[in-house]
């Protein structure tokens, strides 16, 4: 067993999920999740990694213990989908708070925005685009009523991601948002690949919500799989034989060249545009987390920023924003490694101005968070000293898990 970090017991966790197999979707959700999961199934059979299609597995019991935890992945790893267990999977982890995102619900929002492609070629969906969509709906609300139950039971430790997706207004954004953290959700999902309510996220239009968000020191945290309407087409990687989709596939993530490559430019854009647009400015204690979207795009991203604000448009933007967008970035925005691969150590040598801005997180229990992930990426962080490692793998990551 790989020695301990001097980190054990404080470790803030950006990113997990619940992770119920298909067949448990309808007792754990509602009846709409068990219509889709009834439907997805035969596209699920054929999926390598993630196991959603696991028909064998009649309940989350698998022994919790350091290899069980650290290593085992999918739907029969503990606490994948009990959360009375997954707060003792936390503590054989050393993990105090974890954000906790969607499984089920990210196949609903496919339902709920998706192309029809998608919906019928890639997920087996049947129906009319108008019945799929509202099957959807009824499932996001499904999960977000199981997200604000599982917040509530335990709200110091555990924080479920809601997903909100409005009907085409800014009023039913804020008013889904409003009930949603009345019912005890302490952290928001909107897709960033299109643009929220049908306005840009920096109209003013949209202070309502942001407002909304600070006064309630709610953050608002993207995630992998919410891309869907940024790149208007999939034929920039069709018929490519480098971009062929391999053994291992993902819901949420292409696991090819193309889609990695490519995968933080709606990230990219979402921030530019609240940077710029003087969001931030507007709204200086608004906390926001790009999930599972890879962290070394975010100082180039930055630089990129301020070099347009501080030396193209200086004049025409003094009047919206008062600090470099890399001041805003680090004041507000969280992002996470790709714990296999990421060199973040490098991030943070580099760009000591978004230093605030890296966060560790597990993924757990999906197979994309990688084996033994806190002890690599703290034997990656650890030359840099404790204050790194500190930031790192704790005090970054109080901004989307307030006390």
Not at 1 to 25: G, I, K, N, Y
Not at 121 to 146: A, C, Q, S
């Amino acid at each position: 067993m790989p020695a301990p970090s001097p980190l054990l017991d404080r470790v803030l966790d950006a990113d997990s999920h619940e992770m119920a197999p298909l067949h448990f979707w309808g007792r754990t959700f509602g009846p709409a999740a068990g219509e889709i999961a009834e439907q997805v199934t035969g596209s699920m059979k054929l999926q390598k990694g993630n196991d959603f299609y696991a028909p064998e597995l009649a309940g989350d019991v698998t022994e919790i213990n350091h290899d069980s935890v650290w290593n085992l992945k999918g739907t029969s790893a503990p606490g994948a989908f009990d959360f009375q267990r997954r707060l003792q999977v936390m503590d054989e982890m050393g993990v105090a708070r974890q954000l906790v995102f969607p499984s089920f619900a990210i196949f609903a929002s496919m339902l709920k925005i998706g192309d029809e492609f998608k919906v019928h070629n890639f997920l087996g969906m049947k129906g009319t685009i108008d019945e799929i969509r509202e099957l959807g709906d009824t499932g996001l609300n499904e999960y977000n009523d199981w997200a604000a139950a599982t917040t509530r039971a335990n709200p110091d430790r555990i924080r479920c991601v809601a997903y909100v997706m409005d009907n085409g207004t800014v009023d039913d954004l804020v008013a889904r948002t409003e009930s949603l953290i009345r019912k005890g959700v302490r952290a928001v999902n909107i897709p960033h690949g299109v643009p929220p309510a049908g306005v840009s996220p920096a109209d003013p239009a949209m202070d309502e919500f942001w407002g909304l968000l600070e006064k309630h020191n709610v953050p608002l945290v993207t995630h992998v799989g919410n891309e869907d309407g940024l790149f208007a087409s999939s034929v920039w990687k069709k018929n490519v034989p480098a971009f062929a989709l391999g053994k291992t596939r993902s819901i949420e993530l292409g696991l090819e060249p193309y889609s990695f490559a490519t995968l933080h430019y709606t990230a990219g854009h979402f921030l530019a545009v609240l940077t710029l647009g003087g969001v931030f400015e507007r709204f200086p204690g608004l906390r926001l987390g790009m999930i599972e979207q890879g962290s070394s795009w975010l100082g180039p991203a930055a630089e990129n920023l301020d070099m347009w604000a501080r030396d193209v448009y200086h004049n025409r933007l003094k009047n919206h924003i008062s600090m470099l967008p890399s001041e805003y970035i680090n004041r507000n925005v969280r992002v996470t490694p790709f714990n296999d691969f990421e060199p973040v150590a490098q991030d943070f040598r580099r760009y000591p101005n978004v230093a605030d801005s890296y966060c560790y997180a597990t993924d757990y229990p999906h197979v994309e968070g990688g084996k033994e992930s806190k002890q690599k990426m703290y034997d990656q962080i650890a030359p840099l000293g404790a204050e790194i490692a500190e930031k790192f793998f704790v005090t970054n990551s109080e901004l989307l898990m307030p006390n």
